[in-house]
T-cell receptor
Framework: KQEVTQIPAALSVPEGENLVLNCSFTDSAIYNLQWFRQDPGKGLTSLLLIQSSQREQTSGRLNASLDKSSGRSTLYIAASQPGDSATYLC????????????FGAGTRLTVKP | GAGVSQSPRYKVAKRGQDVALRCDPI?????LFWYQQALGQGPEFLTY????????KSGLPSDRFFAERPEGSVSTLKIQRTQQEDSAVYLC????????????FGEGSWLTVV
């Protein structure tokens, strides 16, 4: 069974810092990997989707990388802002069952002004 | 509506009570998913519909949980004889294709069983 782990569980940084969130998964047979953002009391918003054949995706100040063979992904946030404060969740979709998406427990990010 | 809509947003149920949670997916989305999210955890898969067909219900934790999508649009998740361990946020998501495509989540139904 796919296990998804996110480190650290929580992170607090001053505004302006660049930061890296980590995600690891145990089964490399994935269809894709997604990074989501969840604000308190809200649903999930997809930030970046990396197909299994891709190595990275970028959107604005966000960059996500994927190393499928080692079972790792990182989400890089440049020049962090207080508005980036949220929980960031990593999810992998199974290669053989595209409806089987497994989530990590998330990293709770606080960016202090 | 423009997004996935869930109701009620908040529900307090007495132990043993039955509850029904509703999800209105984005119009035209074929796939609909239910997830359960405990406090401080990531969402856990419950069940999946393709149109009106429930293709996967392997994540439903017990036979007290039942989901339906009779006309291939609105879905209802029903929990019978609620227990304290059922307290969680229940998230609905929809996608034009599979979960591996762009998936849109609702804001969730927060269930507290007392």
């Amino acid at each position: 069974k796919q296990e998804v782990t996110q480190i650290p569980a929580a992170l607090s940084v001053p505004e302006g810092e660049n930061l890296v969130l980590n995600c690891s998964f145990t089964d490399s047979a994935i269809y894709n990997l997604q990074w989501f953002r969840q604000d308190p009391g809200k649903g999930l918003t997809s930030l970046l989707l990396i197909q299994s054949s891709q190595r990275e995706q970028t959107s604005g100040r966000l960059n996500a990388s994927l190393d499928k063979s080692s079972g790792r992904s990182t989400l890089y946030i440049a020049a962090s802002q207080p508005g980036d404060s949220a929980t960031y969740l990593c999810a992998v979709t199974d290669r053989d069952n595209n409806n089987d998406m497994r989530f990590g427990a998330g990293t709770r990010l606080t960016v202090k002004p | 509506g423009a997004g996935v809509s869930q109701s009620p947003r908040y529900k307090v149920a007495k132990r043993g009570q039955d509850v029904a949670l509703r999800c209105d997916p984005i119009s035209g989305h074929v796939s609909l998913f239910w997830y359960q999210q405990a406090l401080g955890q990531g969402p856990e898969f419950l069940t999946y519909f393709q149109n009106e067909a429930q293709l996967d219900k392997s994540g439903l934790p017990s036979d007290r949980f039942f989901a339906e999508r009779p006309e291939g649009s609105v879905s209802t998740l029903k929990i019978q004889r609620t227990q304290q361990e059922d307290s969680a946020v229940y998230l609905c998501a929809s996608s034009y294709g599979t979960a591996g495509n762009t998936i849109y989540f609702g804001e969730g139904s927060w269930l507290t069983v007392v």
